[in-house]
């Protein structure tokens, strides 16, 4: 039931409006002044409030300013038998929703007390709107505990209220427009627009209007002037995704306005001031793409002030199961049913999946697994085909062991009842020929267990039929795996260098990496592209 607070010093009026909006299926309370009328606001809340400009102590005027300072925000309406511009103008500046003059027929009254309840049902709607976004992406709602994962929202913490821009990097899938919104939605801008473009989505020929807008007449078809995004998020965050699609000849207008926070509509002279954070995304390398001509340098260095690098999520592969359990819930939720179980077999063939469309990848496997499972467990047959054969899809350069001779996939796969993915998965890279890896350097302590047995042996290439096998062995005193998998993948980078004569982006071509991701690696690893 709707609730309103009438205001006013005249009894009669009062009483005849508590009655005539009851008879509406109003709950309704009356207040002789303003005094009591705060008293009400102060432990009740209303839709809608009816007050008398004119008053004994305290009138309509000085009771929207006490309103404001409580921060009461309940459209008001004005009653007045003394209506002039000036009052009315007053009223409107200190929030009153509307005035009315008296005498008034009470049907008219009731046409503004619903338009001004349908534009506080609206305002309700765009707050709890609003919060629902900032639930939705804050910091809890990025999933990853990897540290590669930590590394970014270490960065995203370090540039919420900065106003320079940024560049998201990382293939499809990876989350970069949820980084670009968590980045909005917990900064000093969160109540401002977040308005998002795809580059690649807009024919070249249209995406200057889309961004900057155009005058009615600009061109064939253009009817009505019409604003554009960067109009539209002013004041807030314009997201430009895939950047890198841009035609060159455009990119010169975006490096204006980032320049100089200023442009005009297609077809327009007027020149027109906008505040807008820009916040870039790209799943291409820029960097390549300036060398082929195809991207400005200057607009990359403008764009890449701070650069945020998404990971693969065969990266971050500890993350998989926080993902899975997370989406299991939120789509067993929307279906209003208890969230999937996963049978150990088809665990190891998600696990071992090297997951080309990323996270985006990963939610549509567990929605289509939720809508399409015949029981509450998924096994391995539940899964599309391309899971099964882990040995087809494991990339070079990884392949989890799951067995001390790498058989349990199929071991378990045919348990579950599903088909037999083929054999051993070989474990690691298959160059040309055997190659050998450098010893793991380990610590003096580890070279001895203390009952005298030998420590961590280094990893070595194994002939394996046609295949050269990562072999590693574990003794009973353990190894140092992060060192291990440091050494592997620093050889690995050292072949592709020796492979490509140095060329960094036929190097990471060759690894399955962008060149960003290889120079870093190559930084924290101190390869130099000569050290090969």
């Known amino acids: 039931m709707r609730s309103l607070l009438i205001v006013d010093d005249d009894e009669f009026i009062r009483d005849s409006l508590k009655i005539f909006f009851e008879g509406k299926g109003f709950k309704a309370a009356a207040a002789p002044g303003c005094a009591p009328a705060l008293d009400y606001l102060k432990n009740s809340r209303f839709d809608i409030i009816l007050m008398d400009l004119i008053m ?209 509509r297609v077809g327009g002279s007027k020149t027109i001031k906008v505040d807008v ?75 071992g999946y090297h997951w080309p469309g990323n996270v985006r990848e990963l939610e549509n496997l567990m929605e289509r697994l939720t809508i399409l499972a015949t029981s509450d467990t998924i096994g391995v047959h539940d899964l599309p085909p391309k899971f099964r054969d882990v040995k087809a899809a494991v990339p070079s350069g990884f392949a989890p062991a799951f067995g001390p001779d790498n058989t349990g996939i199929a071991e378990n796969a045919q348990a579950d009842g599903g088909p037999v993915p083929g054999g051993p998965v070989p474990v690691g890279p298959v160059p040309e020929k055997p190659v050998p890896v450098a010893p793991v350097p380990v610590d003096a302590e580890d070279a001895v267990s203390p009952d005298g047995e030998a420590g961590p042996q280094p990893p070595t290439w194994a002939e394996g039929g046609s295949a050269a096998v990562f072999n590693c062995s574990l003794s009973d005193s353990g190894l140092n795996l992060s060192k291990t998998v440091e050494q592997m993948e620093r050889s690995l980078i050292l072949q592709a260098l020796e492979k490509t004569g140095g060329v960094k982006s036929k190097a990471a071509k060759l690894l399955g990496l962008n060149r960003t991701t290889l120079i870093e690696k190559m930084k924290k690893m101190d390869i130099s592209a000569r050290a090969h």
């Open 277 to 351: 954070r820009i916040v870039t995304a790209s799943n291409k390398d820029l960097e390549r793409a300036i060398e082929e001509g195809k991207f400005r340098e200057d607009l990359y260095y403008r764009l890449n002030v701070i650069p945020i690098h998404l990971p693969p999520l065969r990266e971050r592969r500890e993350d998989i199961l926080l993902l899975l359990d997370f989406f299991k819930k939120e789509f067993a939720k929307k279906r209003k049913k208890e969230p999937l179980k996963i049978s150990d077999a088809a665990m190891k063939c998600i696990l």
């Open 56 to 264: 004994p102590e305290m009138g309509g005027l000085e009771l929207l300013k006490r309103m404001a300072e409580m921060k009461i925000t309940t459209p008001s309406i004005v009653m007045t038998a003394f209506a002039t511009v000036q009052t009315a103008v007053e009223a409107m500046k200190l929030g009153a929703f509307d005035y009315i003059t008296k005498p008034f027929v009470l049907e008219e009254l009731m046409m503004v007390v619903d338009r001004a309840i349908g534009v506080s049902e609206l305002r309700n709607e765009n707050r709890m709107l609003r919060k629902q976004l900032r639930k939705k992406y804050r910091f809890d709602g990025l999933i990853g505990d990897s540290p590669r994962m930590q590394a970014v929202y270490e960065m995203i913490e370090k540039v919420l209220d900065i106003d320079s821009t940024i560049l998201i990097t990382g293939e499809s899938g990876t989350g970069k427009e949820l980084i670009a919104k968590t980045i909005h939605f917990n900064s000093s801008r969160s109540q401002q627009p977040f308005v998002p473009l795809n580059c690649a989505a807009i024919p070249k020929d249209l995406l200057e209007s889309e961004l900057f807008g155009h005058e009615k007449g600009a061109f064939t078809g253009a009817l009505n002037t019409r604003i554009g995004r960067f109009e539209l998020a002013r004041d807030g965050t314009l997201f430009l995704d895939e950047i890198g699609e841009m035609d060159i000849a455009l990119q010169g207008k975006i490096l204006r306005v980032i320049q100089g926070k200023e442009f005009e």
